[in-house]
């Protein structure tokens, strides 16, 4: 079965710093990978998807994550942080043949000024 | 393009009531999901329609069901209202599995 892990609960970063959010998947073939950001009270907005290709995905807001597959990984990375960043942010994987996407439980980005 | 709408947006029920929830996808999508986000057990995915039929299922009880229509819109339906049935509901639509599902704003439900 496929499932989503992101090991950190809670982030605290200053503004202007760089941060990675750590995702790992269970799948046993290419997964589609997704990260998604959730402001308080409000739905998902998509930052980024990994169907295939080229590891490296650039996506909105200047976010990129990289699909490494030896690790099962998909962190999700920016290289300067800005306050409104500040939200919670959630790793999706989903198979080829469906729309059941699986969501890791979520990292909470606090950012200090 | 318009976005994915669902309404209401705050709905307060008590227990043993039904409730309905719409959802409008962006237009020339015919895929529909819904998700349940709680703070015990984040998002869940609830069910998906497709051309007005269901394609998949999550794992929740028979309380919880949808439909869609013609038009792509969907509903879902919760029956006999418990108390952890208080949620965020968010629907997702795409135009297709292995494309993109945009979410809505969701519909915040209180069970009294």
């Known amino acids: 079965a496929q499932s989503v892990t992101q090991p950190d609960i809670h982030i605290t970063v200053s503004e202007g710093a760089s941060l990675e959010l750590r995702c790992n998947y269970s799948?046993?073939?290419?997964?589609?990978l997704f990260w998604y950001v959730q402001s308080p009270g409000q739905g998902l907005q998509l930052l980024l998807k990994y169907f295939s290709g080229d590891t490296l995905v650039q996506g909105i807001k200047g976010f990129e994550a990289e699909f490494k597959r030896s690790q099962s990984s998909f962190n999700l990375r920016k290289p300067s942080v800005h306050w409104s960043d500040a939200a919670e942010y959630f790793c999706a994987v989903a198979s080829y043949n469906n729309n059941d996407m699986r969501f890791g439980a979520g990292t909470r980005l606090t950012v200090k000024p | 393009k318009a976005g994915v709408t669902q309404t209401p947006r705050y709905l307060i029920k008590t227990r043993g009531q039904q409730v309905t929830l719409s959802c409008s996808p962006i237009?020339?999508?015919?895929?529909v999901s819904w998700y349940q986000q709680t703070p015990g057990q984040g998002l869940q995915f609830l069910f998906e329609y497709f051309s007005e039929t269901q394609r998949n299922k999550g794992n929740f009880p028979g309380r919880f069901s949808g439909r869609q229509f013609s038009n792509s819109r969907s509903e879902m339906n919760v029956s006999t209202l418990e108390l952890g049935d208080s949620a965020l509901y968010l629907c997702a639509s795409s135009r297709d599995h292995q494309e993109t599902q945009y979410f809505g704003p969701g519909t915040r439900l209180l069970v009294l």
């Open positions: 799948y046993g073939a290419t997964p589609y």
């Open positions: 237009s020339g999508h015919r895929s």
